[in-house]
């Protein structure tokens, strides 16, 4: 084999006796968990909103920005249901770019896998701690998950692992609500057979031993837009397209038919700023159409304390080093306006 093996990882639960999860913070952990799985089955009318940075790059700073969200979200829990963001690995298809805390938990040095599991622990036990708040991460590799699966309170699958056969067996087995983002090309039916194989029970190989799962109900649906052959973005979150999901659908004996809408990456093409105009189109068609206001369950949104992005090594506290973000002042009036539009 061409590899150099350099050190034995520490296995899960390991990692769990380094930062255990206490029984204040567990009771935490389960009620925001029911309160999430409850808007996705519809017994809960509350607006999901997935909202923090592109990357989890730094733990002060993404703390920072979650504290920010208690009084926001005492202000509008009556709507909204705030899942803040904390994406701790990034896709990086070409080997380039800031791969996330978990390889690098230091974005200006070398990859060290070890101290970025730690890292990656660490930063969702003390938002649980500290702020009250369970949180969103990215599922980019299935093996890892069990290092968080006792604090987390959603996950997504990227729209490059959505058709990885290891994804939807994972997904399968996941206590919490999962999202799985249409791939890249656009195909819903990608997307439709992710889900319709995380709803049902299996039996594979993880981490080296064979297990069985139940099936997750609360598996559903995120537009991110898509890229044609020629590299152009297109949207999918306009009227016609929402439709056309409920469509999808109705064609499956699906659980808890949602869709969380993303409002970056393709549908803004990555412009941060139009996700505000994005969501307003978006309520306004859940307005018009009884369909398209079951099915839509939240947004998810790119958020730091500071507008748009920098390169890594540039130093500014709470602004991107991957995708540029919407600034906490744009963001805060955006809660609000959000909480103001619904009914």
């Not at 939807?168 to 919490?176: F, H, K, M, P």
């Not at 809408?261 to 700023?273: E, G, M």
């Not at 079951?294 to 920098?310: N, T, V």
């Amino acid at each position: 084999m061409n590899m150099e093996f350099e050190r034995r990882l520490a296995i899960p639960a390991e990692v769990k006796e380094m930062y255990p999860l206490t029984g204040k913070m567990a009771d935490i952990v389960e009620k925001k968990r029911a309160e999430i799985k409850s808007v996705f089955e519809g017994r809960l009318n509350k607006l999901l909103l997935i909202i923090g940075p592109c990357s989890a790059d730094n733990e002060e700073s993404v703390i920072d920005y979650i504290s920010r969200l208690i009084p926001v979200q005492e202000k509008v829990k009556d709507k909204i249901l705030i899942v803040p963001r904390i994406y701790t690995n990034k896709p990086r298809t070409t080997g380039a770019g800031y791969k996330g805390m978990l390889h690098q938990p230091d974005p200006s040095g070398k990859p060290d896998m070890f101290k970025g599991i730690i890292a990656t622990r660490h930063i969702h036990m003390r938002a649980v701690e500290e702020t009250g708040f369970v949180c969103a991460d990215e599922m980019l590799y299935p093996e890892n998950y069990q290092y968080l699966d006792d604090v987390l309170g959603y996950v997504a699958v990227g729209a490059r692992s959505v058709e990885d056969q290891q994804h939807r067996l994972t997904a399968s087995g996941i206590e919490v609500p999962v999202g799985m983002k249409n791939p890249t090309s656009g195909d819903y039916s990608v997307m439709m057979n992710a889900i319709l194989a995380a709803q049902h029970p299996h039996t594979f190989i993880y981490r080296g031993w064979e297990v069985h799962s139940e099936g997750n109900p609360h598996t559903h649906a995120i537009l991110r837009g898509s890229t044609n052959k020629h590299g152009n973005n297109q949207q999918n979150y306009h009227y016609e397209d929402l439709i056309r999901l409920c469509d999808f659908y109705d064609e499956r004996a699906l659980k808890n038919p949602s869709v969380i809408i993303d409002t970056n990456h393709s549908n803004s093409n990555k412009n941060p700023f139009e996700q505000s105009r994005i969501i307003m189109d978006v309520l306004n068609s859940a307005r018009h159409s009884e369909r398209v206001s079951k099915l839509l369950k939240g947004f998810m949104i790119e958020s730091y304390i500071e507008d748009g992005a920098q390169k890594v090594g540039e130093g500014i506290y709470g602004k991107s080093i991957t995708d540029p973000c919407l600034g906490w002042e744009k963001s805060e009036k955006l809660i609000y306006d959000i909480a103001e539009k619904l009914k």
